[in-house]
C-alpha cells in the first residue's frame, strides 16, 4: 500500500527523466516501475515508486513537484495508493457490465476501490445493488428530455466519487451534465469504434457482415461516441450468428474491455492529451 | 484431389438436405463434410465429397442437379478439386502481401493454385515476378484517368483467371472494369472496415487513437470498401507507435488476412448473398 | 424452444447423411443446422431441427431412431430444448469462476438452465449461493482422505443433475466418485493443458518464463487433468508480471474459458470419442 | 540511424535511474524511450537515446559507463543502431520460416539487418538463397552423428555473426556447437511450449485435443527445447482438422512468432537473467 505513482508530460527535451528521478531519490524513494516514451516532441511518463512517507498527502507531493512542471512546462498527476478511490456506476437495463464490475470489486480484483453508488434510469440493478449494500438510485429518462440530470448531479455531488462509470447506460449525457460531473466519466460503447458509432452497433454490424464485433471503453466528452479510447477487443463471429446471438458474445467483450479500462484508469495508467489516450503498461 | 464440393442456397423449407443428400448417395459419392444453416428463411449449405467419378466435368453435375435447384428454387456452385484453379494478382508499389501469396503458393500451402500474371503500376514486383516464372505486366497509372483499364482487361481476357487478387493494388477500380472482368475480384483493405475507408487508414488511426488495428478482405463492388467481407483480423498496437511502425505491424496483418481469405475462396468456402458472406468454416 | 438436436457418431460409409435427414424429413421437421465430418474413418454429426411434436420426450425419439443405429453401428445422444437442464456447480475458496456462470444463469445467457445446488469445502460461497437462492452444501475435506465423498454423493444423488461443473475446486475427485457420480463432470484447469499439470500452474509458467498463460476447460476422467478437452483460451502476459498477477490475469481467462465450455455442453455441441472431444460451432 | 539502446541489470536499490539518465544528459543525449521494472530483487532497464556522437563506438561507451557497472554490480550492454547487425540462418526441408525472414529482410522490416549466409542439411532452401544473392552451405547431416557440425562452426567463424536462427532447423545441435559457436542462437519450435517438447509436437497435440496449437521462439541451450522463451503464440483448430491441416496452420504461427521473435532481438529488447527473459517493449 505504500505505493505511489506520477503521470508526467511536457514538450520534449533532454534532461527530464534525470530531473525527476533525481527528485524522487533525493527523497529515498525506490522507483519500481518506469515508463517513458516521446511522440510527436511530448514527452510521456508514468513512474511508480515505494515509500511515500516524505509527503503527507497527494496535494504535498504536489507542492514539492511544481517547480519541475514550472521548469519543463509540464503537467503532474500524483496518486497515493494507500489512499481509496471511488467509482460510482450508472446502468440501465442490461446488466452484465454491471455485474463484472461488481463481482471484480467484491473479490479484490481492484485494489482500494469502492462504489459509492449505482444511478439507474431502471430497477432492474436494484436487487443486485441492495446484494452489495450499495445505495441505489432510481432516477426514469423520458424521450428528448435532459430534466432527470439535475437529480443525478444532486447525487454525485453528494459522494464525490473519484470517476463515474457507464456499465451500459442507454441514455446520451448532455454537454451540460459532462462539464459540471467534476470526475472522469468512462463508457463502455458495444462496438469497435469508430465503427458503428450510435444505438444500434449490432444491427449495423450484421448488415455490414464484418467478421470480428467489438467492444470500445473511453472518456466521455460532449460529442458522442468521439472521446478519447482507453481500450478495444473483439471476438470473433461465425456466419449464421442472429444478431441476438452476436449480442450475448457482444456483451462478454463488452464486460471484459470495461473491466479492464477501469483497471487501468484505476492504477493511472491513463493520460489524455489532445483527445486521445497515453496508456502505460 | 478426387473431391468436389458443392454450395446451395434456397429458400429454406423441410427436405433440403434429405433430397441433396439422397442425390449425391444414389450417386454413390460419400459425404466428407457438410455444413448448412438456415438465416433469415433462407437455407444456405455446401457440402464436400470424395469419388466423382459419375461427371466429367462440373458442367456435368450441375446439369443433372439442375432439376433440384428447379424445386427449390435455389442456386448451385460446384468444384471439383482436381481441376487446378487460376488467380492473377495486381499490386502497386508494397510487395508484402504479393510475396505472402507467392510464397504460398510455391510451398504448396494452396492446392491446385496457379498465378497466371502478376500486373502493377509500379516496377516494384518485377524482380519477384521473375523469380517466380510468372509473366508481368506493367500499366503505369495516371490520376483520375482509368485509360490503363483496357489493356488491363486484354491481359485479362488473355489468361481467363478464376480469380483476381489485389495485394495492395493502391488504384481505384472503374464500375466499368469491375462489370468487364468475368471473375470475382479479392481485395485487402488496410484497416478494419468499415472503419477508415480510403487511401490513409493508418493515419486515420492514429489520429482517433484506436488501440487495435486491423485488416479486411473482401470481394470488389463499384462501391468503394462497400463489397462482401471474407475475412477481417487485427492487432494490438500500443502507445508511442509511430504511424510508420503501425503500418509495420498492419503489414502483417494485411498479408495473413489475405491469404486466409484467398484460402476461403480457392477452396470454395465463400457464398455471397446480399451483399454479405456466407463463409463456412 | 420448439427445438432439437441429435447428436451421432459411426464407422464412415456413403448413405448417412441420406438415411439420417430422410427420417427427420419423414416426420415432417426443418433441419435449421446441421454440421458433418469425417476424421480416421469415423462419422461425426450435429443436427438441429425445429418441430418436435411426433415424440413426447427424448426417450421416444431414441426408440424410434434405434434401426438407423443397428444399420450404422452408430451412437446416437438427442436433446429437446423445451427441457430444463440442471449443473450442480462445486468451488473451493476462490469464486471467480462460480460468480460468473451464476451471473450467467441469471441473466439468462444460457437457454434454460437451472443450478439446484452448489458443493463447496469452503464457506466462502455461501453468501453468493444465498443471494440467488441455491441451495448450499458445506462439505469439509480432510488432506489424504476421500471421506467427504460419501456426503457429495447423497446430495448430487438427490438431485441428479445432467451436469456437475467445478468451478475452482481444488481437491481431487476420487475414481471412485467420478465412475458413481452418474453424469458428466467438467472442470476448469488453471493453465493451458498439456502444460502444467497440478496444483500450482501460474507458479510453474511463472518459473519456464512462457509468454502466455491459459486455462483449460475438460471433462473429467480418473487420471488428473487428462480428460477430453473442451475449450482453452490464453492471454498474453508482460515481463514483471508477478505470480500474483499472474493468477489475477488467469483468473479472468478461467472464468470465460468455463463459461464458453459449459455453453457448449449445454447446447449439446460436445461429443467424446476416443478421449478427445468433437465440437461443433 | 543516429540512435543507441542499453540494457542493464543490477541487484534493485534507489538511485539507479537517476544515476544512469544523469550519465545520459551530462552526455547531452536524449532518451527517446525509457522501461523499467524490478523483480524479485532485480532491476532491470533498456533505455534508447538520439545522438550518440560522444562514442566512436559501443566499446568505447562500455568503457565509460563502467564505473556505473561497479558502482551497482550490474551488467551493462548497449548496441548502436547505426551499426549493421548480422544474422546466419540455419534451415532444413521446410521453408515457410526462412522464406517469411528473408522477405522481411528484403522488404526492410528489420532494419540495418544482413543475412550473411543460410546452412542447410537439405538442398530445398537453395534456389531461395541464390535469389537473394545469400552463400548457401550444404552441410548433409546423418543420424547419431554430429560429424558436420565442424564444417558449420567453420563456416560461421568466416562470417562471425551477431545472431543465428535456426528457421525450422530440424537436427539437434551438440553441447559443443552450442559452447562454440559465439552468439546467441533463437530457434523456432513448432509448438506452444512447454507442451509437446520434441520432434513431432503437432502429432502430439492432435491426439491429446487441444483446441489452440502454438509455436515457441526460444535462445538455444543444451537442454532440448528448455532455453528462455522470448516469443509464443496460438492460432485455434477446429474439431475435424487432421495433422496435415495442423501443420498448415502452425506454419503460419511458426513463421509470424519467429519473425518477432528475432525483432525483438534485433531491436535489443530481449535480456535473460536466470534462464528467463525479459522482454521490453
Known sequence: MNKACLKFYCPDRAGIVARISEFLFANKLNIINLEQHSENGIFFTRIKWEDIENWKNEAEFQKDFAS????FQGQVFV???ARVQTCGLFVSRELHALAEILTKVELGDYENIQIPFIISNSRNAEKLANYYNIPFYYTPTKKDSF???EKQLEIIAKYSPDFIGLARYMKILSADFINQVGC?????HHSFLPSFVGARPYEMA????????GATSHFVIPELDQGPIIEQDVARIRSGYSILKMKKQGADIEKKVFARALAKVFEHKVLVYENRTVVFE
Not at 472522469?184 to 463502455?188: A, E, K, L, T, V
Not at 450484421?206 to 464485433?213: A, D, F, Q, S, T
Open 68 to 71: 519541475i512542471c514550472d521548469e
Open 79 to 81: 496518486h497515493f495508493f
Open 147 to 149: 430534466a432527470h440530470e
Open 184 to 188: 472522469p466519466i468512462i463508457n463502455i
Open 206 to 213: 450484421y448488415e455490414r457482415g464484418v467478421k470480428l464485433i
